[in-house]
Every structure is written in C-alpha cells, then in structure tokens.
Nanobody, 122 residues
Framework: QVQLVESGGGLVQAGGSLRLTCAAA????????MGWYRQAPGKQRELVAG???????VYGDSLKGRFVISRDNGKNTVNLQMDSLKPEDTAVYYC????????????????WGQGTLVTVSS
C-alpha cells in the first residue's frame, strides 16, 4: 500500500507564504509524477503544479511565478512553495502521485492524499 501524507497547511495573511510538503509512505520503488491540486468551496478541483521524476514541471494558469514545485526522488517527497498568497488561493490542497510502482512490482495508476487546508485572510 502507498499513502500520501500532506503537511504545511494553515492560516496566513494575504501576501504571506506557506510551504506544503507531501511524503509518500510505503515500500516504493518509483513514482512517475507528483503534484498538487486544489479545490476551493463550490469549485472544481484544479491543477496547481506537477513535476515528473525527471524534473519537468507544469503549473496551473497564473500560478507560475508565485508557486514553485520541487521534489526529492530519493525521499519520495514533493514540496510546494507558495509566495504572495491571495485570498483566492484559499482551498484544500491535495497531493497527487501518478504511476506509483512498489518494491514488489505492484503499480498504482494514481494516488491521492487526504488534503490540507490553506486559508488566506485579506
């Protein structure tokens, strides 16, 4: 089994920063893609940022420049540095892993974390 554990959410004032961390737990051999999605109240879940095991990144519209995604393949962790936060960034942020291969060869196409709440006050 693989589990994604998120941390780092909380309350911050507009203009502030937060750093989210997601750690994949289990006997993992490799993870192809890792990333972050978010879902605000009444809205659909949307991509925030993603990164491959080779380091290629993708960002949601208008987030590049304020948010930076990084990854440690050896530790199976992915981080999201969020700067210049705005009230509209308030959402539950979910960690996502794509094509997770375990040590015994089992492959999980996609895994989600439980989510961590980020609240940005004006």
């Amino acid at each position: 089994q693989v589990q994604l554990v998120e941390s780092g959410g909380g309350l911050v004032q507009a203009g502030g920063s937060l750093r989210l961390t997601c750690a994949a737990a289990g006997s993992i051999h490799s993870i192809n893609g890792m990333g972050w999605y978010r879902q605000a109240p009444g809205k659909q879940r949307e991509l925030v940022a993603g990164i491959t095991d080779g380091g290629s990144t993708v960002y949601g519209d208008s987030l590049k420049g304020r948010f930076v995604i990084s990854r440690d393949n050896g530790k199976n962790t992915v981080n999201l540095q969020m700067d210049s936060l705005k009230p509209e960034d308030t959402a539950v942020y979910y960690c996502n892993a794509v094509r997770v291969t375990m040590g015994d060869g089992t492959t999980y196409p996609e895994v989600w974390g439980q989510g961590t709440l980020v609240t940005v006050s004006s």
